[in-house]
């Protein structure tokens, strides 16, 4: 309808998965690099989450335009099956002929799927079943997909299965019954928000291949800004908002779409009345009165937080950056659930109302940090975390503990990072943050973070009860930095490495997690050096998890494996706010 009036061949912000506007982020690009990983994973599950209208089809879209002509691809995009319905859409994807009357056993369905497996694998090709909205899997049929990758040969699986879902499926594949199947994911990968500047380039590349790319933009740099905050970075959401606000500036006879117009669009497209584009000082307002505003700037202060400073700096008033939130693989939903959830026992009487804007931080924190340590220290069992925390450094006394424990077993560590909320989610464990008040020189405070969300922050108080804290609130009190607890390997972990009893270890973690046999014989047994064998199971383990494939054993990297062979830990509660 207003194509021509604005230069434009097509209507560019239609919500089809067109691949033709596939806008490729450094987040989309991650997503396609995990599903053609699977191409060539041998075998197992990939799993690529993101929330709804993030671009998981599209990006899925995308990968069938490019798989090769020696792949076979069933692509189930509805499904709510039984068992028996999925083994029989499994068998009409791949062609295989079925009886034309009788119902099969399941016992047929799948010694035919088999057969078929095999003489594909003997031709040389590659079979890849693919399932879109994946969280609407019942478990028993999520079993049976697992039980389908024992297809094998003697040199590698013949079923590459790939899960496309929303964030439940994160939660689904943490139950413990479901653990055999999470531990044969070879990758996964969380499709994340735009950031604003994402945003801004999604709108001129769509209007570009739309067919306008000589015509002037016919969004405003404040209109952009606004189309981000409403739409929280998503692309289903600034597709159908742009759509909106194209029309009714071409209603109105303008050239321009203004941050009036963008307003008009969200009211129609969203509900409620006309947002208007806040000023910094009323957005506490709108975080208490929650909503669409709420969602949009807790978003904004993931990606905006301010500069990470060392724990050990001295306090300053904090200065924005940005902050990718893209590696959001590990999340809180990906982690098994361990008995020592950090927020496990709570009451529900005991929290607060979640619109706690206006809290001090003298009341969500300590001023003793050694108080904090032992806090933190008790979640994890510590009988002695006072005594460790009254030491000038609790974090070197327990590594002295750490170097003192017998080898066969998994000491307790401190982790100290600055690489802000998205390692946070990625972690999943609870950390002490350090919050700095608006008051100049004021002394910091020590909180416990035990329970995160995408809007929220949980932080037990002294007193033991829990306050909710939303993210933006959090992003002016915090730079960051925090610090934590992990079970290192046998004999502990340095910046040199692992010891022999820690490679030894790290090879029956790896073999337990792939299900193949480990390098050495006995966990007592260790690698005479770290060598290419070694290595390169620990970057297939890297890369299953998002992370950076360097086939170093670091500490991310171990924490990661800890949660892959189910050791127990406690967990941040992901408790979504009432």
Not at 9 to 26: K, N, Q, T, W
Not at 27 to 34: K, Y
Not at 555 to 563: A, C, I, K, W
Request: aromatic share 6%; proline share 8%.
């Amino acid at each position: 309808m207003y194509a021509a009036f604005f230069g434009l061949r097509h209507e560019p912000f239609s919500i089809a998965p067109d691949p033709r506007y596939l806008f490729m982020s450094e987040r989309h690009r991650e997503a396609l690099a995990h599903l053609l990983y699977g191409l060539s994973g041998g075998g197992g599950f990939v799993l690529l989450t993101g929330e709804i209208g993030a671009g998981k089809t599209t990006v899925c879209r995308c990968f069938l335009e490019q798989v090769p002509d020696t792949c076979d691809i069933a692509y189930i995009f509805n499904p709510r099956l039984t068992v028996r319905e999925l083994l029989r859409t499994v068998c009409e994807e791949f062609h295989i002929e079925l009886p034309p009357e009788s119902v099969p056993s399941l016992k047929d369905l799948v010694d035919r799927l088999n057969r078929f497996l095999l003489q594909a694998h003997a031709q040389g090709r590659s079979c890849v079943l693919i399932i879109d909205e994946a969280q609407n899997l019942a478990p028993e049929v999520l079993e049976q997909l697992r039980l389908l990758t024992n297809l094998e040969t003697s040199e590698r699986k013949l079923l590459q299965i790939i899960l496309i879902g929303q964030p439940e499926l994160r939660s689904m594949l943490a139950r413990p019954e479901l653990e055999q199947l999470a531990q044969r994911v070879i990758a996964r990968y969380h499709l994340g928000a735009l950031s604003a500047e994402e945003s801004a380039q999604y709108v001129r590349h769509r209007l570009a291949v739309a067919g306008g790319a000589e015509a002037a933009l016919p969004f405003d740099a404040r209109a952009l800004r606004l189309i981000h905050r409403l739409s929280r970075g998503v692309p289903r959401r600034i597709n159908l908002l742009c759509d909106r606000a194209l029309l009714g500036a071409y209603a109105q006879g303008r050239a321009k779409v203004d941050v009036r117009t963008v307003q008009g669009a969200a009211a129609e497209v969203f509900g409620g009345p006309p947002a208007a584009a806040p000023t910094l000082p009323r957005r506490a307002a709108l975080l208490a009165a929650g909503g669409l505003g709420l969602a949009a700037l807790a978003t904004a202060a993931v990606l905006g937080l301010g500069e990470r400073l060392p724990w050990s700096q001295p306090a300053a008033q904090p200065a924005p950056v940005v902050a990718s939130a893209a590696a959001v693989p590990g999340s809180a939903a990906e982690a098994a659930p361990a008995p020592a959830s950090a927020a496990a026992s709570e009451p529900a009487e005991a929290l607060e109302p979640s619109a706690a804007v206006d809290v001090p931080p003298d009341a969500l924190g300590l001023k003793d940090e050694r108080q904090a340590w032992a806090a933190l220290a008790r979640l994890w069992g510590l009988a002695e975390a006072e005594a460790l925390a009254a030491r000038p450094d609790p974090c070197q006394a327990l590594k002295a503990r750490a170097d003192a424990t017998p080898a066969t077993e998994n000491p307790l560590q401190c982790f100290r990072s600055t690489e802000g909320l998205a390692q946070l989610r990625l972690l999943d464990r609870p950390a002490l943050l350090r919050l700095y008040p608006s008051e100049q020189g004021a002394a910091p405070v020590h909180a416990l973070l035990v329970g995160l969300d995408e809007r929220q922050a949980r932080l037990r108080l002294p007193d033991g009860r829990v306050q909710r804290l939303d993210l933006l609130r959090l992003s002016r009190l915090w730079r960051g930095d925090f610090l934590t607890l992990w079970r290192s390997p046998p004999g502990g972990y340095s910046g040199r490495g692992l010891s022999e009893a820690g490679l030894g270890w790290l090879d029956q973690q790896l073999a337990r997690v792939f299900e193949l046999p480990p390098l050495t014989q006995t966990e007592a047994q260790s690698r005479a050096r770290f060598d290419t064998a070694l290595r390169s199971r620990l970057g297939s383990f890297q890369r299953s998890q998002g992370l950076r494939s360097d086939g170093r054993p670091g500490p991310v990297t171990l924490m990661q494996l800890n949660r892959a062979v189910g050791l127990n830990e406690p967990r941040l509660d992901p408790h979504q706010p009432s």
